[in-house]
């Protein structure tokens, strides 16, 4: 089936202008998150959605990233006034409860460049 | 902040030989998971070890976990050039099933032919 689909795959701004990302999700996967990861560092944890559950924001950076994941499904990461160190690659994976098991399903991942 | 610190942060082998990668971790875990990541874009899930496991075995896979020393090793037996990829340990230290990964730094493994 399916996988994880990001939208853009590369996204090429300017300092100071708004970006948004798209995450689709796999169908029927209930749980959605995002990481972010810098060039040859390992992922940062940001967000996550679980059900009509309120989403754990305690990665986010800075009150410039915010998240929405509208109908439990596809979600929107949106970085206002970007900065140059908001430049990485962020990764959206989605799951399903299977007991205590998380194995999360990764997205191809958004390469964002800030000018 | 990472949770897991792997080592070595690279390693370059022989085609046959065996890879061993090791992840420290620093708080109580639920589960411990490796995934692989080939051109620094998305993760691939390989293997889970819960925290009452000790050894699991995948295919060429084999993982093992010691909770007293808060550390995991991933071996990787009779390497192919196709494993060349960056390997990354990441724990989940809650419980009921949705939780965020914490990941380490990653260790890049390179296979030569």
């Known amino acids: 089936g399916a996988g994880v689909s990001q939208s853009p795959s590369n996204k090429v701004t300017e300092k100071g ?28 944890f940001l967000i996550y959605f679980q059900g009509n559950s ?21 979600s929107t990461l949106t970085i206002q006034r970007t900065q140059q160190e908001d430049s990485a690659v962020y990764l959206c ?23 | 902040s990472q949770q897991g610190e792997e080592d070595p942060q690279a390693l370059s ?5 065996n890879a061993t990668m090791n ?12 995934y692989r990541q080939n051109s620094g874009r998305g993760l691939v899930h390989l293997i889970l070890i819960r925290s009452n496991e000790r050894e699991k075995h ?5 993982v093992t976990l010691d909770t007293s020393k808060k550390s995991s090793s991933l071996l990787i037996t009779a390497s192919r050039a196709a494993d060349t990829a960056s390997y990354f340990c990441a724990t989940d230290a809650g419980s009921g099933g949705y939780n965020k990964l914490i990941f380490g730094a990653g260790t890049r493994l390179a296979v030569h032919p």
């Open chain 1, 54 to 74: 309120a989403p754990d924001k305690s990665g986010l950076p800075s009150d410039r990233f915010s998240a929405e994941r509208t109908g439990g499904s596809v």
């Open chain 1, 93 to 115: 994976a989605s799951s399903r409860r299977t007991g205590q098991v998380n194995e999360q399903f990764f997205g191809p991942g958004t390469r964002l460049t800030v000018l």
């Open chain 2, 58 to 62: 995948s295919g060429r896979l084999r």
């Open chain 1, 17 to 44: 202008k708004d970006v948004e990302l798209r995450c689709d999700p796999i169908s029927g996967h209930t749980a959605l998150y995002w990481y972010r990861q810098s060039l040859g560092q390992g992922l940062e």
């Open chain 2, 13 to 17: 082998i022989q085609e046959g030989e």
């Open chain 2, 23 to 34: 992840c420290s971790y620093k708080t109580s875990i639920n589960n411990l998971q490796w």
